[in-house]
């Protein structure tokens, strides 16, 4: 645009120069003739007329240099317009790939940690069947260990020494049968008798045994909502889990440590119910948290694993967790934890509000009007 | 004395028991797995017939079905300790549905055997 119009402007300037050059020529033409009448040398008019020419040239000279250097200016500043609109876009781009970038990142760990969640999840599927096949055949070996024991106890005479010696083995058999019954509710929590029945007053009566079980040092306190909380659960089971996890946080209690058992509902969403291997929906949530030593990260994913103990020898069987983990998945749930050292635990136990629903559905033969999800 | 039938596939267990029960002084004949109970219960009669669950060749509970349909008068204790797979405990209600007078989970006292083989000879 520029261009064209510094181009004209030339054009009308040649114009210009030209008429003006001939009005220049008419005149020398004129004078010329006056020289001529003065006899003056042809030379001089046809010097005139050469520097006619030149001026011609000159000026036009300018006129091109005025208008590449106007054309340069205005190509400068579009470049330099175009920088700035590309360095804008660049920008932009970058902020929106930096965006998508972090997004990525978000979604990338969050994949490892649900994948990692779902190789803990089936490695703890995986050992609770190897636990099963443990069970069976040490149920059988331990039959051969009481029965010859017995017989050897039954036949022996009290004082003799062969008598205190099978008391001695039928009371370690009796000890590992009663680990194997532990063991075994990890592996195949099968005895189950669920009932509808309020989760308030079964946390009550398990927080009961709870108590009676801690040191004196130590205190529980309850914190359940008001609105009942219906389950469809194995009330002494539940208790178990209870005594399991308050037992393990006292171990980690320094003198006056506190343990909390709390209720609340809760949401479970996709992606954790798919790494869970549970449904997605309204749950309930029990949560045993301590003021403790809290779980060294690195150990943090086997905790639930049969015989994994931080204990002495003799202090711990490392059942505890594992009978939690069996019982809870036998109630279609799920067991988080959330743990930072010198701070403490928290033992999250996720039970499932969709098995109480359907229980109701069908107890009243159709869509029923009970509120579980507040 | 009363006639006992032992079947369980781990000898030490079957004999373990076998001498506990000839001790107490019944009659008892010994099968390693179901088929060979089945083929024994069928030639001889018995008061009374112990049977593990899990066996190969025939398990507990098709030996608990042929009994109940030829010979549903005997006596019967299944004792059983869990499945390799998991799920063990359960198979002694069924085998309870198919029959099954008694049932004990392994491992057990010698007192508590003895009390419910005595039970179901006297009943």
Known sequence: ?374 | MAKILLIEDDDKLRKMLAMLLTMEGYTVSEADNGRQGINTFEKETFDVIITDIFMPEEDGLGVMRTLVKSQPDVKTLVISGGARMGGGMQYLEFARLFGANLTLVKPFENDEFLAAVASLVSS
């Open chain 1, 1 to 374: 645009m520029i261009r064209q119009a510094v181009t004209i402007l030339g054009l009308f300037a040649i114009s210009f120069v030209i008429a003006a050059e001939f009005e220049l020529f008419e005149s020398l033409y004129e004078l010329t003739r006056e020289y001529e009448a003065y006899q003056l040398d042809e030379f001089f008019s046809l010097a005139i007329l050469f520097s006619g020419f030149m001026l011609i040239y000159s000026i036009y000279t300018n006129v091109y240099l005025f208008q590449a250097i106007w054309l340069r200016k205005a190509a400068e500043q579009n470049l330099s317009d175009l920088n700035r609109e590309l360095e804008k876009r660049v920008i932009k781009r970058t902020a929106q790939l930096n965006a998508v970038n972090v997004q990525l990142r978000n979604e990338m760990d969050e994949r490892a940690k649900m994948n990692a969640l779902l190789a803990q999840n089936q490695k703890l599927e995986t050992v609770g069947t190897m636990a099963g096949g443990i069970c069976h055949d040490f149920n059988t070996l331990l039959g051969i260990i009481m029965g010859y024991a017995g017989m050897i106890n039954t036949a022996s005479e009290k004082a003799a020494p062969a008598h205190t010696m099978s008391e001695e083995i039928l009371d370690a058999a009796r000890r590992s049968k009663k680990l194997i019954n532990q063991l075994s509710s990890f592996a195949n929590p099968e005895k189950s008798d669920k009932k509808v029945q309020s989760l308030q007053s079964v946390i009550q009566d398990g927080a009961r045994l709870l108590n009676a079980a801690l040191p004196p040092t130590v205190s529980l306190s309850q914190d359940l909502p008001d609105t009942p909380c219906p389950m469809l659960v194995d009330a002494d089971q539940i208790i178990q889990v209870i005594l399991n996890l308050g037992i393990n946080a006292s171990h980690a209690l320094e003198e006056d440590g506190r343990i909390q058992i709390s209720l609340e509902p809760d949401e479970v969403d996709l992606p954790t119910a798919q790494a869970k291997g549970v449904e997605s929906g309204a749950y309930f949530k029990m949560t045993v948290s301590d003021t403790g030593l809290g779980i060294a990260p690195e150990i943090l994913n086997n905790i639930f694993d049969p015989f994994f103990t931080t204990k002495e020898v003799g202090q711990g069987s490392g059942l505890g967790l594992s009978v939690v983990f069996g019982i809870i998945k036998s109630h279609n749930g799920f067991v988080d934890v959330d743990s930072t050292p010198d701070q403490g635990s928290r033992f999250m136990v996720l039970l499932p509000q969709a098995d109480i629903q359907s229980q109701t559905h069908q107890d009243q033969g159709g869509p029923h009007g009970q509120d579980t999800s507040h």
